[in-house]
């Protein structure tokens, strides 16, 4: 059975500081079951113990992270046989040690949350190169690329196929659609089609006004709010692709800037094992580093992120304005 790594703890109460665990969970299937049923085939282990027949759903807890900054982010909560609480981090949580739960606080009545969140290019994407402009699924480890800093070779790539089945289960899977110039400066070239959590590259005077810098990273699922970017409805089978380069690294897909595969902590425990193994053979440096990489652009913090969408949608700029 897939095996799906993630981080969590066992709900101790309100004001408690958390320290997280790995979680590894076993799934016939990559997401959440239904809201709070019980899926005799998925198990989680946390602190060396394995629980069965748990009931599941997505939470919605307000929280306060190690900082002193407050956030509401959306947890995976599992009910166990003697009553106690698994809560697990969905990728790109802010919850770090020493986070304390504010509450408990509401149940988000969906199912669905993936256990590996995709952070991939739709099959098809074409991709700068020094050459030409290549489809990503034609590219190949050793073939370069073009960013700001130049040509640079790709070390990794990645692929996942998401059948129709599978996103007839999941709607989280279908990929944002990004039209022709709705970033602005005319880009994306060409309809550019990412999944819901892969980064855009900004550059907007809204962004220094907020930040102190043009340029900060906005998954694709957060830009839904402005005109002519939307999830993918009509969809019903998609092959995801994802590359790494030395470092995290800014590419053109379609002709706008978006991140190459971000591998923070939360990200590569995200990953299934084998292919974590594939990227600690290649990148042996992310096994003994304690700290997250540095990210090629500012990624604000999920209020930051939606101020600076609340602005661009109030006064109608463009994401991308380079003059």
């Known amino acids: 059975m897939p095996t799906f790594n993630a981080q969590g703890f066992v709900w101790a109460g309100a004001g408690i500081p958390n320290t997280l665990s790995p979680v590894l969970i076993s799934d016939d299937d990559p997401a959440l079951s239904s809201f709070f049923q019980i899926d005799p085939n998925e198990d989680v282990t946390i602190n060396n113990v394995t629980y069965s027949n748990l009931r599941g759903g997505i939470r919605s807890l307000p929280f306060t992270d190690s900082s002193g900054t407050s956030h509401i982010e959306n947890f995976s909560i599992f009910l166990t046989s003697s009553n106690d609480w698994i809560i697990v981090l969905l990728p790109g949580s802010q919850f770090d040690d020493g986070s304390t739960l504010s509450s408990f606080g509401n149940w988000v009545n969906a199912g669905g949350a993936l256990w590996n969140d995709l952070f991939c290019f739709v099959k098809g994407t074409h991709l700068k190169t020094p050459t030409d402009q290549r489809r990503i699924e034609d590219l190949k480890i050793g073939d370069e690329v073009c960013t700001p800093q130049g040509s640079k070779k790709i070390k990794w790539i990645g692929r996942r196929e998401i059948t129709a089945a599978m996103m007839a289960q999941n709607t989280k899977l279908k990929p944002i659609r990004i039209q022709k110039g709705a970033l602005g400066e005319n880009l994306p070239h060409k309809d550019l089609c990412v999944s819901r959590q892969h980064r855009l590259l900004l550059h907007s005077r809204i962004a220094q006004n907020i930040f102190g810098t043009k340029q900060v990273l906005i ?52 990953l299934p094992h084998e292919v974590r193994i594939e990227i600690n053979t290649i990148f042996p440096e992310l096994m003994t580093k304690n700290i997250d990489p540095e990210p090629a652009h500012l990624i604000p913090s999920l209020n930051q992120q939606k101020k600076l969408i609340y602005r661009h949608q109030k006064n109608g700029h463009p994401l991308l304005e380079y003059a």
């Open 219 to 270: 998954p694709a699922i957060k830009l839904t709010a402005l005109p002519n970017i939307a999830i993918d409805e009509d969809i019903k089978s998609v092959e995801y692709f994802h590359i790494m380069l030395d470092h995290h690294s800014i590419v053109y897909a379609e002709g706008a800037p978006a991140e190459t595969l971000y591998t923070s902590e939360t990200v590569l425990n995200s």
